[in-house]
Structures are given as structure tokens and as C-alpha cells.
């Protein structure tokens, strides 16, 4: 009778053990892909904002196609949405690696 509660623990020891390894391996897993969906949140996020950006310069384009005739505050936003535009460029080509 002794000899089988002490097969009974140790199998349920190591059963313990595997299930606590198994564990911590999901867990670490698991860390890795948030941290792959959150990257790809941000790029997706900052890819956006991008052409969110390019869509407005468009528009300025469009409504002052002559840009001699421009309003100083119009052609004011417009240089600081190219800056922003470069920087947010300089964003995701950094996102992607490049």
C-alpha cells in the first residue's frame, strides 16, 4: 500500500511539474505575440496617420493649385504638414526596418 501512494506522488509531482512548465511557456508565448500585434497596431496606426497627412496635402493642392496666389497661412500649414509628413514618413520607415 505504501509503495503504491508513493508511485501515486511522484507521478502526481511530475504531472505538477509539467503542468507548471507548460505554463510558463504559454505565458512567454503569449507575451510574444501581444508584442507582435502591438507592433502591428502602431504601424498600422502610424501608416494611416501618413496618408491621413497626404490626403490633406492633396486637398491644399487642389483648393490652391496656384501657389503664388496662396494665403501666408494656407502656404504656412502646408510647410509645416511636409515637415510633419516627413517625419511621420521617417516613422514607419523605421517601423519597417528600412
Known amino acids: 500500500m505504501a509503495k503504491i501512494i508513493s508511485i501515486l506522488a511522484i507521478l502526481g509531482s511530475f504531472f505538477g511539474a509539467f503542468l507548471y512548465i507548460d505554463g510558463r ?23 494611416n496617420q501618413l496618408y491621413r497627412m497626404r ?31 516627413e517625419m511621420q514618413r521617417g516613422k514607419v520607415l523605421k517601423m519597417e526596418g528600412k
Open 25 to 47: 511557456i504559454a505565458k512567454c508565448a503569449e507575451k510574444e505575440q501581444v508584442g507582435q500585434v502591438e507592433r502591428r497596431l502602431e504601424y498600422d496606426i502610424n501608416l
Open 55 to 85: 490626403d490633406q496635402k492633396r486637398e491644399f493642392s487642389r483648393d490652391f493649385p496656384d501657389k503664388t496666389k496662396t494665403p501666408a497661412a494656407v502656404q504656412r500649414q502646408m510647410n509645416e504638414l511636409d515637415q510633419d509628413i
